[in-house]
């Protein structure tokens, strides 16, 4: 009898433990979920949000359904009307081959927004990957995916682009190829922040909880450290595709990006680069169209980072 008494005193204090254990991790979801609330009724009230938001609006909806903004073709051209300036009949004027030049503009949108989605995406899922991996498990897995991080990042990613596309034959450069070599070189910054935002979390008071409790190594990962590290890459990652639209419009314009005969605000620019003197609207309308469309990503995702971010409140 003596020996059962001990051994339910031994077990008391255990029990008393995980509990205040269990519950600190209920509270630490619930204000979790209250910081994503805090966090959505903080954009609504931000104007710069509302602004790009509108921004973002229009132009995914001119990528989706460019036949909404305007009923010509843009692949009808005729070299009698080459480089006409704008009018009322021609409202950007036309190009060097004589097509419509606000169609091209407007039909421009898909390609170039469709690189910056599908990098943007890529470049996420790959950093999400590793740097929960790296940032959680840390010792010589961290040192090695950190060390493979830090190559691929000691490499410009222009520069890494530049050579591989210029490998590549021009008839073979099209979104996905371009996308495709955007993601090789441009996944280790995304990678850093998420392995630096795991970290900051592994070592929270509701994960060493879950450890007390018995939880596993990818149910941490999964319930507690993922949805709680998230933040500052998905606020990265809308900066990030606007960063991707410039970097397309650029390697198209140095002539290793898409190539004809697909439609993208880069190849206007760089057919417009050698007529600037004489035809200078076929260089403005890209120009203003890429501008405004990666002012609006990066507007928002300075916006969402803000508002996720509770050290940015105070």
């Given at each position: 009898m003596s020996e059962m008494f001990k051994a339910e005193a031994r077990t008391e204090p255990i029990d008393s433990t995980l509990e205040p254990a269990a519950e600190n991790g209920r509270e630490k979801k619930v204000e979790e979920a209250s910081?994503?609330?805090?966090?959505?009724?903080?954009?609504?009230?931000?104007?710069?949000?509302?602004?790009?938001?509108?921004?973002?609006?229009?132009?995914?909806?001119?990528?989706?359904?460019?036949?909404?903004?305007?009923?010509?073709?843009?692949?009808?051209?005729l070299l009698s009307r080459s480089r006409q300036d704008p009018s009322g009949e021609?409202?950007?004027?036309?190009?060097?081959?004589?097509?419509?030049?606000?169609?091209?503009?407007?039909?421009?949108?898909?390609?170039?927004?469709?690189?910056?989605?599908?990098?943007?995406?890529?470049?996420?899922?790959?950093?999400?990957?590793?740097?929960?991996?790296a940032g959680f498990f840390g010792g010589w897995v961290d040192a090695v995916l950190s060390?493979?991080?830090?190559?691929?990042?000691?490499?410009?990613y222009i520069l890494g682009a530049l050579v591989f596309l210029n490998a590549l034959p021009s008839d073979v450069r099209g979104v996905r190829e371009v996308s495709l070599?955007?993601?090789?070189?441009?996944?280790?910054?995304?990678?850093?922040?998420?392995?630096?935002?795991?970290?900051?979390?592994?070592?929270s008071e509701y994960v060493l909880a879950a450890r007390a409790l018995g939880a596993g190594p990818i149910t941490i990962m999964r319930r507690h450290i993922l949805p709680n590290s998230l933040g500052p890459v998905i606020g990265y990652a809308t900066v990030f595709t606007g960063i991707i639209i410039g970097a397309e419009a650029t390697?198209?314009?140095?002539?290793?990006?898409?190539?004809?005969?697909?439609?993208?605000?880069?190849?206007?620019?760089?057919?417009?680069?050698?007529?600037?003197?004489?035809?200078?609207?076929?260089?403005?309308?890209?120009?203003?169209?890429?501008?405004?469309?990666?002012?609006?990503?990066?507007?928002?995702?300075?916006?969402?980072?803000?508002?996720?971010d509770p050290k940015a409140k105070k």
């Amino acid at each position: 009898m003596s020996e059962m008494f001990k051994a339910e005193a031994r077990t008391e204090p255990i029990d008393s433990t995980l509990e205040p254990a269990a519950e600190n991790g209920r509270e630490k979801k619930v204000e979790e979920a209250s910081l994503w609330v805090d966090a959505w009724r903080s954009l609504r009230k931000n104007p710069w949000f509302i602004i790009s938001a509108a921004l973002l609006l229009i132009f995914l909806t001119m990528a989706i359904f460019p036949q909404l903004f305007t009923n010509n073709d843009p692949r009808e051209c005729l070299l009698s009307r080459s480089r006409q300036d704008p009018s009322g009949e021609h409202w950007f004027g036309t190009d060097i081959q004589g097509c419509d030049y606000y169609s091209r503009v407007i039909y421009g949108a898909r390609n170039s927004i469709a690189v910056g989605f599908i990098v943007a995406i890529g470049t996420f899922i790959i950093a999400v990957a590793v740097g929960l991996v790296a940032g959680f498990f840390g010792g010589w897995v961290d040192a090695v995916l950190s060390r493979i991080t830090d190559m691929v990042f000691a490499v410009p990613y222009i520069l890494g682009a530049l050579v591989f596309l210029n490998a590549l034959p021009s008839d073979v450069r099209g979104v996905r190829e371009v996308s495709l070599v955007l993601i090789v070189f441009m996944w280790p910054t995304m990678t850093r922040l998420m392995r630096g935002s795991v970290i900051s979390v592994a070592h929270s008071e509701y994960v060493l909880a879950a450890r007390a409790l018995g939880a596993g190594p990818i149910t941490i990962m999964r319930r507690h450290i993922l949805p709680n590290s998230l933040g500052p890459v998905i606020g990265y990652a809308t900066v990030f595709t606007g960063i991707i639209i410039g970097a397309e419009a650029t390697l198209t314009f140095l002539g290793v990006g898409l190539q004809l005969p697909s439609i993208s605000w880069g190849l206007q620019l760089s057919d417009a680069k050698d007529f600037l003197q004489v035809a200078p609207h076929l260089l403005l309308f890209p120009v203003i169209f890429v501008g405004l469309t990666v002012f609006a990503f990066m507007t928002m995702g300075d916006v969402i980072r803000d508002a996720i971010d509770p050290k940015a409140k105070k």
